[in-house]
């Protein structure tokens, strides 16, 4: 039998996975932070797929704000999916930019927010230290590879400026804490 057009039916080829990111509204305000201090939170970034789910297994950080001798404030970045880590990243010298290529794969669910966490090691604030006092801290998402999880192309994106907006941190060498006494 021959088959018309009338009776073959429709066949839609879907295009690749895209992924917006963005700052979570659960990623910290402006706050301070000791020169030294391992593990601070710097920001959460929020990715959605859409059209598929994604394979993330790259993420590219900027240090945004920041001035090239500003830079080796922050001495390494590291990436969590909840409490996993799932990659680290290493601004070299005066890099305002690192990418970190994931220890594991993150599975980006298709229309679904999922969040990784954005913390960092802090540079110490000495004379022979590379901290600067008063720097204003911000870690964003410059942009990600992955693939799509049907489709297997590649799924990229990113933005000179960042593709988050975190709120930043200040670097000090020292500041006061309040406690209340019952």
């Known amino acids: ?3 018309t057009t009338s009776s073959a039916g429709v066949q839609t080829i879907a295009s690749a996975g895209t992924i917006s990111v963005g700052t979570d509204p659960s990623s910290p305000s402006y706050t301070i932070a000791a020169g030294g201090t391992t ?20 993420v590219g950080l900027t240090l945004t704000n920041m001035t090239t001798t500003g830079a080796q404030d922050v001495l390494t970045a590291y990436l969590y999916q909840g409490s996993t880590l799932v990659g680290t990243a290493t601004f070299t010298g005066n890099a305002t930019t ?14 679904v927010d999922t969040l990784l966490t954005i913390k960092v090691d802090l540079a110490d604030i000495s004379a022979s ?54």
């Open 98 to 111: 690192a990418t970190s290529t994931l220890t594991q794969v993150v599975n980006l669910p298709k229309d």
């Open 129 to 182: 230290a590379p901290g600067v006092e008063g720097d204003l801290v911000k870690v964003d998402v410059a942009d990600f590879e992955g693939s799509g999880a049907s489709s297997g192309q590649t799924v990229r994106g990113g933005a000179t400026g960042g593709l988050t907006a975190v709120a930043g941190l200040r670097l000090l060498n020292t500041f006061p804490t309040i406690a209340q006494v019952p």
């Open 1 to 3: 039998s021959v088959i």
């Open 39 to 58: 593990g601070v939170v710097a920001g959460v970034a929020k990715f959605r797929p859409s059209n598929e789910a994604v394979n993330l297994t790259k």
